[in-house]
């Protein structure tokens, strides 16, 4: 199974700062990466597919890089609806794994 | 609107049965890949199953041998059998929609919780 590791586990930040989240995967799993947002008590929501595209209807303030094993989120200002939770993952190959998950706190 | 629709969680014994499903709108589940995904309370998340538009299925290893995923195309629903339920199958379910082989789940349910408990 390909593992993937998120980091950190915990973020604080404020309103408006830039923060970036770092999924790691054991193996290549080229781009087959996406990063969901998770609100407590709701359903994941697909931000990011494909790596670095952005799904329709999720702001531009949400960009996402990488291949290989190497990934990240980045929130470019972050807004009072950000705060949640955030997970990656791979879809390159059954069983589909999730990271562990980044809680996303209000400083 | 294109939505899932999970219902039929609820409180079992361990060792017991459950049925979940999955009720699909605005889109065909049969042009796409469903797969169930749970989330244990305060957990991170566990891809469970998928039926590929083929009928293919597939499971984790966790749930292998006593899960059973299943669909109606004529009600457009998806459903999972749940037989020899442990304790650590406790979770919230849910289904979510993927439009090819490799790729993401662009959809998701609400979810339906399954608490298995003495």
């Known amino acids: 199974d390909v593992h993937m590791t998120q980091s950190p586990s915990t973020l604080s930040a404020s309103v408006g700062d830039r923060v970036t989240i770092t999924c790691r995967a054991s193996?290549?799993?080229?781009?087959?990466l996406a990063w969901y947002r998770q609100k407590p008590g709701k359903a994941p929501q697909l931000l990011i597919h494909?790596?670095?595209s952005l799904e329709s209807g999720v702001p531009l303030r949400f960009r996402g890089s990488g291949s290989g094993t190497e990934f990240t989120l980045t929130i470019s200002s972050l807004q009072p609806d950000d705060f949640a939770t955030y997970f990656c993952?791979?879809?390159?190959?059954?069983?589909?794994?999730f990271g562990q998950g980044t809680k996303l706190e209000i400083k | 609107e294109v939505q899932l629709v999970e219902s039929g969680g609820g409180l079992i014994q361990p060792g017991g049965s459950l049925s979940l499903s999955c009720a699909a709108s605005?889109?065909?589940?049969?042009?796409?890949?469903i797969s169930w995904v749970r989330q244990a309370p305060g957990k991170g998340l566990e891809w469970v199953s998928v039926?590929?538009?083929?009928?293919?299925?597939y499971y984790a290893d966790s749930v292998k041998g006593r899960f059973t995923i299943s669909r109606d195309n004529s009600k457009n629903t998806l459903y999972l059998q749940m037989n020899t339920l442990r304790a650590e199958d406790t979770a919230m379910y849910y289904c979510?929609?993927?439009?090819?082989?490799?790729?993401?789940?662009?959809?998701w349910g609400q979810g339906t919780l399954v608490t298995v408990s003495s």
């Open positions: 193996q290549s799993i080229t781009s087959r």
């Open positions: 494909d790596a670095s």
């Open positions: 993952q791979q879809y390159r190959t059954y069983p589909y794994t």
């Open positions: 979510a929609r993927a439009m090819g082989l490799t790729a993401a789940f662009d959809i």
């Open positions: 039926v590929y538009p083929s009928g293919s299925t």
């Open positions: 605005g889109f065909i589940i049969t042009d796409n890949y």
